[in-house]
């Protein structure tokens, strides 16, 4: 409203008091708005509100306040609290993308079936000591499908090795394995999946024998045996997936591996204290 007042004395030479009056606000409250000033921590909160914005659009909308907090606490080297965050995005009108839920699908057990050994003890010592994989199923065109293969370090939820194919079989998850252990030879991790046809067949057994990982398998219908794995599937497709159309199979592979990037190397968290998973990886 002062702002309208302004340009209009400004650009039609419109008396100040008839349009204060016009507008039904005091002459002595528009001149005090004229001359008032931003203090220094207005400015800091309206610059901080552009940064906010800026990293807001950058992953088009994926980022809540807390991811928001810990990406510009380090960019800006402050320790602004979530508060702040969350009020500048609330005034901004800033919400992070919806997540949606995964189907809870019955698996079906087959031939090498074996015990939930990791028991939900989603904590590790040190890197390649638990690892998790699963597959899920991304759409795209007019209804067709790609199938993302992954393992998951449970010590700092790095990805370690992931495989995109048109088809949801055998080599899918055999070519997961073989990459994990092209980067991480000899180590012998407790190796968490679900019941699906791929991890009960001979081929994985096989590879179990060849490689020596420790085998476990979630109960039948208990996603959340397998939650850091399941966890990465909703945090990529809500932050990347479900934000652009994929019209061929190569707009999902370069999606999946632009985000896998920034997951692994830039999306820091603040349960591993600020550091992004491979950083973390690294100071290990």
Same mark, same amino acid.
Request: glycine share 4%; hydrophobic share 30%; net charge positive.
């Given at each position: 409203?002062?702002?309208?007042i302004?340009?209009?004395?400004?650009?039609?030479?419109?008396?100040?008091?008839?349009?204060?009056?016009?507008?039904?606000?005091?002459?002595?409250?528009?001149?005090?708005?004229? @001359?008032?000033?931003?203090?220094?921590r207005?400015?800091?909160?309206?610059?901080?509100?552009?940064?906010? @914005?800026?990293?807001?659009d950058k992953?088009?909308?994926?980022?809540?306040?807390?991811?928001?907090?810990?990406?510009?606490n380090?960019?800006? @080297?402050?320790?602004?609290?979530?508060?702040?965050?969350?009020?500048?995005?609330?005034?901004?009108?800033?919400?992070?993308?919806?997540?949606?839920?995964?189907?809870?699908?019955?698996?079906?057990?087959?031939?090498?079936?074996a015990?939930?050994?990791m028991?939900r003890?989603f904590?590790?010592?040190a890197?390649?000591?638990?690892?998790?994989?699963?597959? !899920?199923?991304?759409?795209?065109?007019?209804?067709? @499908?790609?199938y993302?293969?992954?393992?998951l370090?449970?010590?700092d939820?790095?990805?370690?090795?992931?495989?995109?194919?048109?088809?949801?079989?055998n080599?899918?998850?055999?070519?997961?394995v073989?990459?994990?252990?092209?980067?991480?030879?000899?180590?012998?991790?407790?190796?968490?999946?679900d019941?699906?046809f791929?991890?009960?067949?001979?081929?994985?057994?096989?590879?179990?024998?060849?490689?020596?990982?420790?085998?476990?398998?979630?109960?039948?219908?208990?996603?959340?045996?397998?939650?850091?794995?399941?966890?990465?599937?909703?945090?990529?497709?809500s932050?990347?997936?479900?934000l !652009?159309?994929?019209?061929?199979?190569?707009?999902?592979?370069?999606?999946?591996?632009?985000?896998?990037?920034?997951?692994?190397?830039?999306?820091?968290?603040?349960?591993l204290?600020?550091?992004?998973?491979?950083?973390?990886?690294?100071?290990?």
């Amino acid at each position: 409203m002062y702002q309208a007042i302004q340009e209009l004395h400004s650009e039609k030479g419109y008396a100040i008091t008839k349009l204060c009056k016009l507008a039904g606000v005091a002459r002595s409250a528009y001149y005090k708005w004229l @001359k008032w000033k931003p203090s220094t921590r207005e400015l800091e909160m309206i610059s901080l509100a552009k940064e906010v @914005k800026l990293r807001y659009d950058k992953r088009k909308g994926a980022l809540g306040y807390r991811q928001i907090r810990t990406q510009l606490n380090r960019k800006l @080297k402050k320790n602004y609290n979530k508060k702040r965050y969350y009020r500048i995005m609330c005034a901004l009108g800033l919400k992070a993308v919806i997540r949606r839920k995964r189907p809870n699908y019955v698996k079906a057990s087959e031939i090498h079936v074996a015990e939930n050994v990791m028991n939900r003890e989603f904590q590790a010592d040190a890197p390649n000591m638990k690892w998790c994989t699963d597959v !899920t199923e991304l759409k795209y065109g007019n209804g067709r @499908k790609a199938y993302l293969s992954a393992i998951l370090d449970v010590y700092d939820n790095s990805i370690v090795s992931w495989v995109l194919s048109p088809s949801n079989n055998n080599k899918l998850v055999m070519d997961t394995v073989k990459k994990a252990y092209c980067k991480n030879s000899g180590v012998t991790p407790l190796l968490h999946s679900d019941r699906g046809f791929q991890y009960t067949s001979h081929e994985y057994n096989w590879l179990h024998i060849k490689y020596g990982f420790m085998k476990s398998m979630s109960r039948v219908s208990r996603c959340l045996d397998n939650q850091p794995i399941e966890r990465f599937w909703g945090t990529y497709k809500s932050e990347s997936y479900y934000l !652009t159309k994929h019209d061929t199979y190569e707009d999902v592979l370069k999606d999946v591996k632009e985000y896998i990037h920034y997951y692994n190397n830039y999306r820091y968290t603040e349960c591993l204290d600020g550091l992004s998973p491979n950083e973390y990886r690294r100071a290990a």
